[in-house]
């Protein structure tokens, strides 16, 4: 995330050249657009941008995410480095920056990240309990996401109100004021970006947790849907 268009041009080119996908933003409000309907495992971001900072969005990102997280910035002092990292940053990068240097970074991140997975990978579910549901399903009062090989998710408060609205009325959309209605007591002081990063969080941590996608679909302009083949009978 970067609003200097040839220096991410340079920047995409060169991750693209070592085999990353990349995709190339250019403000904290794009990328929060991005995140509601598609994931990544690493963030590099400017820290100087306009609108909301790479600062204020590492902070919020890592409350809401466990995603790779790489501050590229021209402040270099100790402080501003000592900063950056209890907001949650992997690895804070000074400019200037060679492209190499931070290509050994984001090597590097990744490897330990791939190493934490695997080390806290779920052990294997019984094949009984892979047959338990044949749908999508909430359980004990909506506290618990079942997948439909039997893998569950405890939800958060927020997370239990987003899918409570969308389990309602499966195959039906469900406007963005009605879902931050249902995540928060206090709407009129609620972020909409955090919405989308909310769905962006429950989305990898229902992977994480089932090895199965949820089945919820981003409608630009409207809200989210529940795809309802997918979902049980109520």
Known sequence: ???????????VDELEYHGAAVRGIDSVEALYRELAVDRCDILVLDV???GED???ATGHLRRMDGMGIVLVTGRSG??????????GADIYLPKPLELPVLVAA????????????AANAPAP????????????S????GWDLFAPNGRALTLT???????????AVPGEAVDRERLIAAVTDQPWDFDPHRLEVLVHRLRARVRNATDAMLPVRALRGMGYMLVSDQVAAA
């Open 78 to 87: 100790t402080a501003d480095m000592a900063h950056g990292l209890s907001l």
């Open 138 to 141: 909430l359980r004990s009062d």
């Open 157 to 167: 408060v927020a997370e239990r109100g987003f899918l409570r609205e969308l389990f």
């Open 125 to 136: 579910v019984p094949a009984s309990a892979m047959e338990a549901s044949p749908a999508w």
């Open 106 to 117: 984001l090597h590097s991140l990744h490897r330990r990240m791939s190493q934490s997975v």
């Open 1 to 11: 995330m970067e609003d200097d268009p040839e220096w991410r041009g340079m920047v």
């Open 54 to 56: 790479g600062l204020s």
């Open 48 to 50: 100087g941008l306009p």
